[in-house]
T-cell receptor, first 110, second 117 residues
Framework: QKEVEQNSGPLSVPEGAIASLNCTYSDRVSQSFFWYRQYSGKSPELIMSIYSNGDKEDGRFTAQLNKASQYVSLLIRDSQPSDSATYLCAVDTGRRALTFGSGTRLQVQP | GAVVSQHPSRVICKSGTSVKIECRSLDFQATTMFWYRQFPKQSLMLMATSNEGSKATYEQGVEKDKFLINHASLTLSTLTVTSAHPEDSSFYIC?????????????FGPGTRLTVT
C-alpha cells in the first residue's frame, strides 16, 4: 500500500462546477497535510495546508481533513479552465521531506 | 510563502559531460533542501536530502557518485549530474522547508529541464 494514494484521473468537470479531489494516507500519526498544484512543465505550487479535522476555506478552495478515516480532500468551487492541472496531495509523515501522492489530473472543460 | 530559486532553468549538454544545478532559498535559511526528479507524465521522485555542512542522504536506487550534492551554505545547495547520459534527461526540482517550530511548509524551485544529447 502506498503511503499517500490519489486517483490519477483525469477528473473532468465542466466550467463552473465543483471539482472534488481525494487523497488517503496510511500513517495515522501524520499531522500536517498539503495540496499542491502542478501545471504541465512547471514545478509544484503550494495552494492549501490543513492541520485540524474539518474544513479550511481559502477563496474558491476548500480543504477537508478527516484523521479518523485518514482522508483529505480538496474542493474547487466555480472551476475554471485555468484550474486544469495535476493536484498533488502531500503528507508530513515525520520525515524531513513531505510524502507526495502521484497526483490527480484535473481537466476543466470550457 | 518562501521563495526558492533554481539556475539554470534549462540546460542542454552532451553525453559524458557534467552539469551543475543551483538551488537557493531567497528569504530564509534552509538547513535542509531536497532534490526531486520528474520524468514526463510521471510523479515526483525524491532523489536526496541535502544537509547543510554534512553529507547528503540519498534515496534507495539513486547513485551518490553520479548525482553529487553540495550544501555549503544555509541558502545554497547544488546538484551536479556527472558523466551525463541521455537517460538522465529529466526535470530536476529542488525544494526547501522553512525552519523553526511548528508546521513546516515545503516550497519548490521552478525546476531545471536537463536534456542530454
Amino acid at each position: 500500500q502506498k503511503e499517500v494514494e490519489q486517483n490519477s484521473g483525469p477528473l473532468s468537470v465542466p466550467e463552473g462546477a465543483i471539482a472534488s479531489l481525494n487523497c488517503t494516507y496510511s500513517d495515522r500519526v501524520s499531522q500536517s497535510f498539503f495540496w499542491y498544484r502542478q501545471y504541465s512543465g512547471k514545478s509544484p505550487e503550494l495552494i492549501m495546508s490543513i492541520y485540524s479535522n474539518g474544513d479550511k476555506e481559502d477563496g474558491r478552495f476548500t480543504a477537508q481533513l478527516n484523521k479518523a478515516s485518514q482522508y483529505v480532500s480538496l474542493l474547487i468551487r466555480d472551476s475554471q479552465p485555468s484550474d486544469s492541472a495535476t493536484y498533488l496531495c502531500a503528507v508530513d509523515t515525520g520525515r524531513r521531506a513531505l510524502t507526495f501522492g502521484s497526483g490527480t489530473r484535473l481537466q476543466v472543460q470550457p | 510563502g518562501a521563495v526558492v530559486s533554481q539556475h539554470p532553468s534549462r540546460v542542454i549538454c552532451k553525453s559524458g559531460t557534467s552539469v551543475k544545478i543551483e538551488c537557493r532559498s531567497l528569504d530564509f535559511q534552509a538547513t535542509t533542501m531536497f532534490w526531486y526528479r520528474q520524468f514526463p507524465k510521471q510523479s515526483l521522485m525524491l532523489m536526496a536530502t541535502s544537509n547543510e555542512g554534512s553529507k547528503a542522504t540519498y534515496e534507495q536506487g539513486v547513485e551518490k557518485d553520479k548525482f553529487l550534492i553540495n550544501h555549503a551554505s544555509l541558502t545554497l545547495s547544488t546538484l551536479t549530474v556527472t558523466s551525463a547520459h541521455p537517460e538522465d534527461s529529466s526535470f530536476y526540482i529542488c525544494s526547501a522547508r522553512e525552519p523553526g517550530q511548528g508546521v513546516h511548509e515545503q516550497y519548490f524551485g521552478p525546476g531545471t529541464r536537463l536534456t542530454v544529447t
